[in-house]
């Protein structure tokens, strides 16, 4: 079985603090992702990675930053925490190949007070 | 805009009943096709994926497929009400594979 765990269940930052959310695999996928989902507006995607050192930008890339030094792990980082990123911040994992299927995490739920 | 477009629901069945949820996709090329299953609080589970046009049986699960019509649904036979969820409907983005288009889900509650 895929898993994908992330770094907390729940977390609450300030305003202005920089926040570090840390994802990790252990199926040895090149692609991994970063969606926030907001209630009304879905599943929305921060950034992805489809190999080490390697990202793409999202549909919504401001005010976040990503890391990913080795395959199994990617970092999506919060320069400087506002309240309007206070969401459920989920990372997922999918293999190369032709198939694409994503696997999640159990997702964090981030509040900026 | 590449869309994926859902009912919002909420979608109303007895138990033992057949859920139908259904979806449908603005980009003609796109390739894979995927359910998930999401309950309140939780993340996105995989239930069915589908890539080719047909039906597909997976327990109680069947997903349905017609890409000339650019649709994409979910039969649940012998609902429970442990299926009660919200199920999001994924179509790959074919500008970039990896990449997945999301629905924004329907509510689906099976009443005991």
């Known amino acids: 079985d895929v898993k994908v765990t992330q770094s907390s269940r729940y977390l609450v930052k300030r305003t202005g603090e920089k926040v570090f959310l840390e994802c990790v695999q252990d199926?040895?996928?090149?692609?991994m992702f970063w969606y926030r989902q907001d209630p009304g507006l879905g599943l929305r995607l921060i950034y992805f990675s489809y190999d080490v050192k390697m990202k793409e930008k999202g549909d919504i890339p401001e005010g976040y930053s990503v890391s990913r030094e080795k395959k199994e792990r990617f970092s999506l980082i919060l320069e400087s925490a506002s309240t309007n990123q206070t969401s459920m911040y989920l990372c997922?994992?999918?293999?190369?190949?032709?198939?694409?299927?994503?696997?999640f995490g159990p997702g964090t739920r981030l509040t900026v007070t | 805009q590449k869309e994926v477009e859902q009912n919002s629901g909420p979608l109303s069945v007895p138990e033992g009943a057949i859920a139908s949820l259904n979806c449908t996709y603005s980009?003609?090329?796109?390739?894979?096709f995927f359910w998930y299953r999401q309950y309140s609080g939780k993340s996105p589970e995989l239930i069915m994926s589908i890539y080719s046009n047909g039906d597909k049986e997976d327990g109680r699960f069947t997903a349905q497929l017609n890409k000339a019509s650019q649709y994409v649904s979910l039969l649940i036979r012998d609902s429970q009400p442990s299926d009660s969820a919200t199920y999001l409907c994924?179509?790959?983005?074919?500008?970039?594979?990896?990449?997945?288009?999301w629905g924004l889900g329907t509510s689906l509650a099976v009443n005991p």
């Open positions: 980009d003609r090329v796109s390739q894979s």
């Open positions: 994924a179509v790959s983005d074919a500008g970039n594979n990896r990449k997945l288009i």
């Open positions: 199926m040895d996928h090149e692609n």
């Open positions: 997922a994992s999918s293999s190369g190949g032709s198939r694409y299927e994503q696997y």
